[in-house]
């Protein structure tokens, strides 16, 4: 039985421009999460640690981020443990390369560095393991990863380091695009994949293969936490994934609809509901609010961001109908006849055409009074 450790999409120098201030506290938390699955690796016993693309988050470094990954990949050496690594979209091959700059397997003689522009492989004899890999040499792409991939030599054991996207049918065309087919086909124990930010499986029959995620949090939009695989291959095959958290940060993203909601604080309560200073938390206000319920997006973010790594509010909710009746609209003729007309309209609808005519009603009146409408 071999074991490996499965990483990628690291992002070492990642910006987080979009987290403002604390771009800088996350930018460094990507280092020390980094320093955390070395020590996994370590700690676990594994054979060999693959990094399936993305390990820099461009090929412009500082050289603290390349001493670090000398430093973590020679923590890796004294246990024995080599490293397959290959070029990803944000560090591809290009001629700009780090890997053109930086030296990786003369720093570090653990490390395998696939660079040619096809398939080349690594033995591992004393593992009875096989390791396939090829860069990526630009970061868009309509060629498949995976095209030609096929075993060429006799191991007991065989493993492929790939970065692009399964066609799920949403993907763009030149986003490394690769199919379920071409998986099968290949014929490895195991496809180690790199360029999805969430752990997901795109196999567990004939050829397993799966995405690492991210060990951190890398967008906003993550669906999970940061995570590395940890993968067995036994004797006869059978292939076993584990997936252990090793990010710090997370997020979730609550609908808080107004039902019951009646008054700010009552808001601001469901809003910090669960709140952790490592959340980030995007929250979307919906449904139909009272005219005493005055939400302000950006002074609910200053009031209440303490209580999280970031906070977006996003509302979405609209003035009950209601409020448009009697002579709220008395001094103003052309809004008063709108809505007049409209709410005949809305009483004439059912279902879905109900809730469209009386967002266009809200929306006519916001115009109507010269407001700003997405």
Not at 129 to 151: A, D, F, I
Not at 210 to 220: F, N, T, V
Request: net charge negative.
């Amino acid at each position: 039985m071999i074991k490996l450790l499965h990483t990628a999409d690291i992002h070492l120098g990642a910006k987080f421009k979009g987290l403002g201030e604390k771009g800088k506290v996350q930018r460094q938390q990507v280092c020390t999460t980094f320093k955390k699955l070395i020590a996994l690796a370590i700690e676990e016993k594994v054979d060999i640690v693959l990094i399936a693309g993305d390990l820099f988050d461009s090929n412009q470094q500082p050289k603290s981020n390349i001493d670090l990954v000398i430093e973590q990949f020679g923590l890796l050496a004294s246990k024995n443990i080599p490293i397959c690594i290959i070029p990803g979209t944000h560090d591809c091959f290009d001629s700009t390369s780090i890997y053109r700059k930086v030296n990786l397997a003369e720093a570090c003689p653990n490390v395998t560095l696939f660079t040619a522009g096809e398939w080349s492989c690594q033995d591992f004899p004393a593992l009875g393991l096989t390791v396939y890999g090829r860069p990526n040499s630009s970061n868009r792409s309509q060629q498949s990863p995976l095209e030609r991939l096929k075993r060429t030599t006799s191991s007991q054991y065989h493993v492929a380091l790939a970065h692009g996207s399964l066609n799920i049918g949403t993907v763009q065309e030149d986003d490394h695009v690769f199919t379920t087919e071409q998986l099968q086909n290949s014929q490895m124990n195991y496809i180690a994949l790199g360029h999805w930010h969430s752990v997901s499986m795109c196999s567990d029959k004939g050829v397993v293969a799966w995405y690492s995620g991210a060990p951190e949090m890398i967008d906003r939009d993550q669906k999970q936490p940061g995570h590395v695989l940890l993968v067995s291959i036994t004797d006869s095959g059978e292939v076993k994934v584990e997936p252990r958290r090793t990010g710090l940060r997370y997020r979730d993203e609550p609908e808080i609809h107004l039902d019951d909601v009646e008054s700010v604080p009552q808001l601001k309560a469901k809003i910090m509901e669960n709140a952790n200073p490592n959340l980030v938390r995007r929250v979307f206000i919906k449904g139909m609010r009272g005219e005493d319920l005055h939400i302000s997006p950006e002074e609910l973010e200053d009031e209440l961001s303490a209580g999280f790594f970031d906070l977006r509010i996003e509302n979405q909710s609209h003035p009950k109908i209601s409020q448009f009746s009697g002579d709220v609209f008395e001094k103003q003729l052309i809004a008063s006849k709108f809505a007049s007309l409209m709410r005949e309209h809305i009483e004439a609808c059912q279902g879905e055409d109900r809730e469209i005519a009386e967002e266009a009603l809200q929306y006519g009146i916001a115009l109507l009074q010269g407001k700003e409408v997405l």
